[in-house]
């Protein structure tokens, strides 16, 4: 009896080795989140928050929750900071939250006729992070953004790890610049009130490509009206009463561009701040928005700040700081007797922030 053998083909309804199959799909997913982000409309007891996700999904270290300015939402506010080359890698350690205030963010719907919001957006913060279970964050806010988390940190102090406020005005409006404001309303478009809120009148003058960008974008928003509504909600903003002694309980690093709007604010405010725990970044040329005109000096900055706060401890400097490390030396032996603040005048030679906010520095970037 003679057998024959026959070829039989086996097609596997499942692959064997499903494991580079999801290696890649993880790291597609990865890739994704890094360079595109995922956005997210997250449900609250107060209403409905629009986020934004970039970077990792490791929940060992904060987030980092940003909030925006008025007239500006997460991606006008922050792409510039957030996707420069030397802060990649922060981006690719954390996870990045951008929130966007109630109807900011961009194709908005515009709010109903006399509608108002049921409550401070402060109130919704918490459902941006939980639901991603992280327990703390650092927050990164620009101006209302700076009020807003700064405000979140005062009435929470265990769920934030560490602020980073930008243009930061912590006092309600007093009668005169509520006189000037209503003054203001009557002979200035809303657009022109955002400029000159957004930028210095030196910017204003020059009507750079930047500055020519934002009056289009703002003017010709479609969701104009809830642009209003957030800018008079901070116009009518309650004062923070910070105390250097119990206001926060976290490292905060002020920043303020020189001869930017907020400029005086943010030095008032830095003299009522607790020395030991306050890092005071003063900028020169970097206008009102200096996330957007210096990104570099900011992201460096950030970095020492994160490392302050013991993470990214193994961090390279940038060759930017390398350049800077004799100056700094210098700087100091010349300026060791100076207790409150210290200015690094950073021209040619420049200065750096220390890791450690053992005390508050003003570095003229």
Same mark, same amino acid.
């Given at each position: 009896?003679?057998?024959?053998?026959?070829?039989?083909?086996?097609?596997?309804?499942?692959?064997?080795?499903?494991?580079?199959?999801?290696?890649?799909?993880?790291?597609?997913?990865?890739?994704?989140?890094?360079?595109?982000?995922?956005?997210?409309?997250?449900?609250?007891?107060?209403?409905?928050?629009?986020?934004?996700?970039?970077?990792?999904?490791?929940?060992?270290?904060?987030?980092?929750?940003?909030?925006?300015?008025?007239?500006?939402?997460?991606?006008?506010?922050?792409?510039?900071?957030?996707?420069?080359?030397?802060?990649?890698e922060i981006v690719k350690n954390f996870t990045l939250i951008h929130v966007d205030a109630p109807g900011q963010e961009e194709g908005a719907a515009p709010y109903p006729a006399r509608y108002r919001a049921r409550r401070p957006v402060v109130t919704r913060l918490p459902a941006c992070w939980f639901f991603q279970n992280f327990?703390?964050?650092?927050?990164?806010?620009?101006?209302?953004?700076?009020?807003?988390?700064?405000?979140?940190?005062?009435?929470?102090?265990?769920?934030?790890?560490?602020?980073?406020?930008?243009?930061?005005?912590?006092?309600?409006?007093?009668?005169?610049?509520?006189?000037?404001?209503?003054?203001?309303?009557?002979?200035?478009?809303?657009?022109?009130?955002?400029?000159?809120?957004?930028?210095?009148?030196?910017?204003?003058?020059?009507?750079?490509?930047?500055?020519?960008?934002?009056?289009?974008?703002?003017?010709?928003?479609?969701?104009?009206?809830?642009?209003?509504?957030?800018?008079?909600?901070?116009?009518?903003?309650?004062?923070?009463?910070?105390?250097?002694?119990?206001?926060?309980?976290?490292?905060?690093?002020?920043?303020?561009?020189?001869?930017?709007p907020y400029e005086e604010a943010a030095v008032e405010c830095n003299s009522k701040m607790d020395p030991t725990t306050t890092s005071f970044l003063k900028m020169a040329d970097a206008g009102g928005l200096p996330q957007l005109t210096q990104p570099a000096k900011l992201t460096e900055a950030f970095k020492y700040f994160i490392?302050?706060?013991?993470?990214?401890? $193994? /961090?390279?400097?940038?060759?930017? &700081? #390398? =350049? !800077?490390?004799?100056? +700094? *030396? $210098? /700087?100091?032996?010349?300026?060791? &007797? #100076? =207790? !409150?603040?210290?200015? +690094? *005048?950073?021209?040619?030679?420049?200065?750096?922030?220390?890791?450690?906010?053992?005390?508050?520095?003003?570095?003229?970037?």
């Amino acid at each position: 009896m003679t057998t024959e053998m026959q070829e039989i083909a086996i097609t596997e309804e499942k692959p064997l080795l499903t494991g580079q199959a999801e290696s890649k799909d993880a790291e597609l997913a990865a890739r994704i989140l890094l360079d595109q982000g995922q956005e997210h409309n997250i449900e609250t007891p107060h209403g409905v928050l629009h986020v934004t996700l970039h970077g990792t999904r490791t929940t060992r270290r904060p987030a980092i929750l940003t909030f925006h300015d008025v007239g500006l939402d997460n991606k006008s506010c922050f792409s510039p900071l957030f996707k420069f080359e030397e802060m990649q890698e922060i981006v690719k350690n954390f996870t990045l939250i951008h929130v966007d205030a109630p109807g900011q963010e961009e194709g908005a719907a515009p709010y109903p006729a006399r509608y108002r919001a049921r409550r401070p957006v402060v109130t919704r913060l918490p459902a941006c992070w939980f639901f991603q279970n992280f327990r703390t964050v650092i927050g990164v806010g620009v101006g209302v953004g700076a009020y807003v988390l700064s405000k979140f940190a005062m009435a929470n102090p265990d769920s934030v790890e560490g602020l980073v406020l930008v243009n930061i005005d912590p006092d309600a409006r007093g009668w005169i610049d509520w006189a000037a404001q209503k003054l203001s309303s009557v002979t200035s478009s809303l657009t022109e009130q955002i400029m000159s809120h957004l930028f210095s009148q030196e910017e204003l003058s020059s009507n750079s490509d930047l500055v020519q960008s934002h009056r289009e974008r703002i003017s010709k928003a479609s969701n104009l009206v809830n642009i209003e509504l957030l800018w008079k909600t901070y116009n009518s903003r309650r004062d923070l009463n910070i105390d250097r002694s119990s206001s926060f309980k976290c490292p905060v690093m002020l920043v303020v561009g020189d001869q930017a709007p907020y400029e005086e604010a943010a030095v008032e405010c830095n003299s009522k701040m607790d020395p030991t725990t306050t890092s005071f970044l003063k900028m020169a040329d970097a206008g009102g928005l200096p996330q957007l005109t210096q990104p570099a000096k900011l992201t460096e900055a950030f970095k020492y700040f994160i490392q302050g706060m013991g993470y990214m401890a $193994s /961090s390279c400097m940038t060759r930017l &700081s #390398r =350049s !800077r490390t004799t100056s +700094l *030396s $210098s /700087s100091y032996s010349m300026e060791g &007797s #100076r =207790s !409150r603040s210290r200015t +690094l *005048s950073q021209g040619s030679q420049g200065g750096q922030m220390p890791p450690s906010p053992s005390q508050t520095m003003e570095v003229s970037c």
